[in-house]
């Protein structure tokens, strides 16, 4: 069975400053999606970056980037010129490829991010 | 586009009580699927919709029941309310993958729920 873990349950950074979120994950497939959601107060869960293992290329969304290391299994987000807008829950999760079955999404545990003004 | 929408946002409900939550997509997403999240657990997914009519069981379905009459709504069934479900829940659509592209999930609000 598939599982996605963040060990880190708390982070906080300076605004301005950078910061990165760990996530590992356990798997047998070779084909795979990585994802970071982020969950502010407001409960909304929102999509920050996506990965897909096939590709090399570490993905970039603006101020995120991910570090995917796919033989370490390990899928970290980094995120430059923090903002306080930018303090929430960040949840690592991972989906198989689809191939006629569901879609189903495993999620981390989640690292709660904090912004220091 | 509403995109997903869940309601009730809260309910407070009796243990032995029955309920519903509502979910409705307006995205014309094949895929919907609940989730409950619990403190220090991530979101565990309860029951899954690739399309009407299909429905499967998620990591945490008992105590749930789902249906999927209509690609728009994928409702929440919950029979006989324990504490133990008290929690957060979401509903979530998406695209089922095709060919190897992009696939993406879009979360409700949420709901939350307090069973006494």
């Known amino acids: 069975a598939q599982t996605v873990t963040q060990s880190q349950p708390e982070m906080s950074v300076q605004e301005a400053e950078t910061v990165t979120l760990s996530c590992t994950y356990d798997?047998?497939?070779?084909?795979?999606?990585l994802f970071w959601y982020k969950q502010p107060p407001s409960r909304q869960m929102i999509l920050v970056i996506r990965?897909?293992?096939?590709?090399?290329q570490n993905a970039t969304e603006n101020r995120f980037s991910v570090n995917f290391q796919k033989a370490a299994k390990s899928f970290s987000l980094k995120i430059s010129d923090s903002q306080l807008g930018d303090a929430a829950m960040y949840f690592c999760?991972?989906?198989?490829?689809?191939?006629?079955?569901?879609?189903?999404?495993?999620f981390g545990s989640g690292t709660r991010l904090s912004i220091r003004p | 586009n509403a995109g997903v929408t869940q309601t009730p946002k809260f309910q407070v409900l009796k243990t032995g009580q029955s309920m519903t939550l509502q979910c409705a997509q307006d995205?014309?997403?094949?895929?919907m699927s609940w989730y409950r999240q619990d403190p220090g657990m991530g979101l565990r997914l309860i029951h899954y919709?690739?399309?009407?009519?299909?429905?499967d069981q998620g990591e945490v379905p008992n105590g749930y029941n789902v249906s999927r009459s209509t690609t728009e709504d994928f409702p929440l069934r919950l029979l006989s309310a324990a504490p133990s479900q008290t929690s957060v829940y979401f509903c979530?659509?998406?695209?089922?993958?095709?060919?190897?592209?992009?696939?993406?999930?879009?979360f409700g609000p949420g709901t939350r729920l307090l069973v006494l």
């Open positions: 979530a659509s998406g695209i089922r993958q095709v060919a190897g592209n992009q696939e993406t999930q879009y």
């Open positions: 798997t047998s497939e070779s084909d795979y999606y």
């Open positions: 990965q897909e293992a096939y590709k090399q």
């Open positions: 999760a991972y989906r198989r490829p689809v191939h006629g079955s569901a879609s189903k999404i495993i």
């Open positions: 995205m014309n997403h094949e895929y």
């Open positions: 919709s690739v399309g009407a009519g299909i429905t």
